[in-house]
């Protein structure tokens, strides 16, 4: 993987790494942020400007076409009012496509909270 003394220098080639339109931040289990849906709270794994990856509870988003909406909790107290619908199911986690994701900030925020944090993870 490409590395950089700056901030932005790093997302870039990260993201250029993962040749996708928007940088995916993946997230280790001791801190993912959450989606707070109908009363239940959802980690969520993996969190792009288009979408996110839940983990699967028991219960709902069942169902591809399933509509989202929720509260999206980061790291730096940010709350976000997220809408879109489950494109995919994975065994252990639910794809959901963002209609207005988090902003290119806000990542960057989180990409910046998991290096000082996290550094030997990303």
Same mark, same amino acid.
């Given at each position: 993987m490409l590395?950089? *003394? *700056? ?9 250029? *790494? $993962? $040749? =996708?339109a928007y ?5 280790? %289990?001791?801190? =993912? &942020?959450?989606?707070?849906? %109908? ?5 969520? %794994? /993996?969190?792009?400007? $288009? ?10 988003? @069942?169902?591809?076409?399933? #509509? +989202? =909406? ?5 790291? @730096? !107290?940010? /709350?976000? %009012? ?9 065994? #252990? /986690? +639910?794809? +959901?496509?963002? @209609?207005?994701? &988090?902003?290119?900030? !806000?990542?960057? @925020? /989180? ?5 000082? !944090? ?5």
């Amino acid at each position: 993987m490409l590395k950089s *003394t *700056t901030f932005l220098s790093g997302a870039i080639a990260e993201k250029a *790494t $993962q $040749q =996708r339109a928007y940088y995916r931040l993946q997230y280790p %289990s001791c801190a =993912r &942020p959450s989606l707070l849906i %109908s009363g239940t709270r959802y980690l969520v %794994s /993996e969190l792009s400007e $288009q979408g996110l990856r839940l983990l699967k509870a028991h219960h709902s988003l @069942d169902a591809v076409g399933v #509509k +989202v =909406r929720g509260e999206l909790s980061l790291h @730096d !107290n940010t /709350e976000l %009012s997220l809408a879109g619908h489950v494109i995919r199911m994975e065994e #252990k /986690e +639910v794809i +959901v496509k963002l @209609d207005a994701g &988090p902003s290119f900030k !806000n990542m960057l @925020d /989180e990409q910046r909270f998991m290096r000082s !944090n996290y550094p030997e993870i990303t």
